[in-house]
C-alpha cells in the first residue's frame, strides 16, 4: 500500500494531526469527520477514540516521526484538513507551518492557503493559477509532447478513430465516457489543458471514477493513494482548492466549496484513497494512447485496481 503509515507510527500521526486542527474553538466537523473516515476506512482502526486521544504539538511530532516518507504524508493530510476548516483562519494557517517546519517540510500549499487569507480571493487565485499551471505541465499525456492553445484537429482525429476498437477495450470505453458525460474531445477547442485532459480522462476510465465535484476529489485522492509523488499530491492540492476550500481560478475548473461537507463525499474520498493504495502500480501518467486497443478490463487487472464499494451510487462508471 503506497500510502501505508507503519503500526509505530500511526497514532503518533493521529495524535500531530489532532493537535494541527485545534484551533479557533477546536477542531471543526467536517475535519474531524475526515480523520474519522481515515482511521476508520484507511487505516482501519475504528477503535479510535478522537476525543480522547492526546493531542502533540510540533516539536513532539517531529521528534515521534522521523521517517521522512511519514513525514510527508502527515503534512499532505494536515493540508487537506486545513482546507476542511469553513471559515478558513489564519490561526489555522500558521499552525500548519509550524508543523511544516517542525518536520522540514515546504511545499506550495504554504503560500496559496497563507494568500487567501492574509492577500484575499483574487491573489490567491491568481497564485492557485501560477501552481496548477506547473502541475498540470507535469500531468499531460506523455506521447502528446507540449501543448498548445490551438485546436488540435489532429488529435480529435486519433480518439475519434478509437471507435473502431473493440467493444470494452480502453479507448471504446474512454469514448463512452465522453458520450456519457457530455464534454467535448480534447482538442476541439484550444486549450493548453487538452494534453492533460486526456490523461486525466484516461485515469477517470480505468479508476472508473465519475466527474461530480465530489468524484473528481476522490479521484485526485486515488491517484495519491496509488503515488503519493509530488505531481499527484499537487493534482490532490488543486482539488481541494477548486472545489473544497473554493478559492481556485473561475474559467479552469467549476469552483465549489465545501464539497467534503456532505458525508458522501467524504466516505468517497477515503475509500478511493485506500482503493488507490491497493492498486499494484500507478496507471495516470502511462501512454495510455499506445494501450488504446487493450481490454479495460485487462488494463485495471495489470494494475490491481479493484472495483468500488458501490458503484451504482452516482459517482463511479464501472
Do not use: K
Not at 170 to 175: I, K, Q
Not at 188 to 216: C, K, P, Q, R, Y
Not at 271 to 282: H, N, V
Amino acid at each position: 500500500m503506497p500510502f501505508a503509515i507503519d503500526t509505530m507510527s500511526l497514532e503518533p500521526v493521529i495524535s500531530g494531526l489532532l493537535g494541527g486542527i485545534d484551533v479557533s474553538g477546536g477542531p471543526t466537523d467536517e475535519q474531524l469527520s475526515l480523520l474519522d473516515a481515515l482511521c476508520s476506512r484507511v487505516w482501519g482502526r475504528p477503535d479510535l477514540d478522537l476525543g480522547a486521544m492526546e493531542r502533540l504539538g510540533p516539536a513532539d511530532v517531529a521528534q515521534a516521526i522521523t521517517d521522512p516518507n511519514i513525514r510527508r504524508r502527515f503534512h499532505e493530510l494536515h493540508v487537506a484538513l486545513e482546507a476542511c476548516r469553513h471559515p478558513q483562519t489564519l490561526e489555522q494557517v500558521e499552525l500548519v507551518e509550524r508543523y511544516a517546519e517542525a518536520l522540514a517540510i515546504t511545499g506550495p500549499d504554504l503560500a496559496l492557503f497563507r494568500s487567501s487569507i492574509e492577500q484575499g480571493i483574487d491573489r490567491a487565485s491568481l497564485d492557485y493559477r501560477r501552481f496548477l499551471t506547473g502541475n498540470v505541465a507535469t500531468r499531460g499525456e506523455p506521447s502528446l509532447g507540449a501543448p498548445t492553445d490551438a485546436p488540435e484537429p489532429d488529435l480529435v482525429a486519433r480518439l475519434r478513430a478509437f471507435a473502431d476498437l473493440p467493444e470494452g477495450s480502453l479507448g471504446r470505453s474512454y469514448l463512452d465516457f465522453y458520450e456519457a458525460t457530455g464534454l467535448g474531445l480534447p482538442g476541439e477547442v484550444g486549450s493548453v489543458l487538452n494534453h492533460f485532459f486526456v490523461a486525466h480522462d484516461m485515469t477517470h476510465v480505468i479508476a472508473g471514477i465519475s466527474t461530480t465535484a465530489a468524484g473528481e476529489v476522490a479521484l485526485s485522492a486515488f491517484q495519491m493513494g496509488m503515488d503519493d509523488n509530488p505531481t499527484n499530491t499537487g493534482a490532490l492540492l488543486a482539488s481541494l482548492i477548486a472545489h473544497e476550500a473554493g478559492f481556485g481560478t473561475p474559467g479552469t475548473f467549476d469552483l465549489e466549496s465545501e464539497t467534503l461537507a456532505d458525508s458522501g463525499a467524504m466516505t468517497l474520498l477515503v475509500d478511493e484513497l485506500a482503493r488507490g493504495s491497493s492498486c499494484t502500480g500507478d496507471f495516470s501518467l502511462l501512454d495510455h494512447i499506445a494501450i488504446a486497443e487493450v481490454p479495460l478490463a485487462e488494463v485495471r487487472e495489470r494494475f490491481g485496481v479493484p472495483a468500488p464499494n458501490d458503484p451504482d451510487d452516482g459517482h463511479h462508471i464501472w
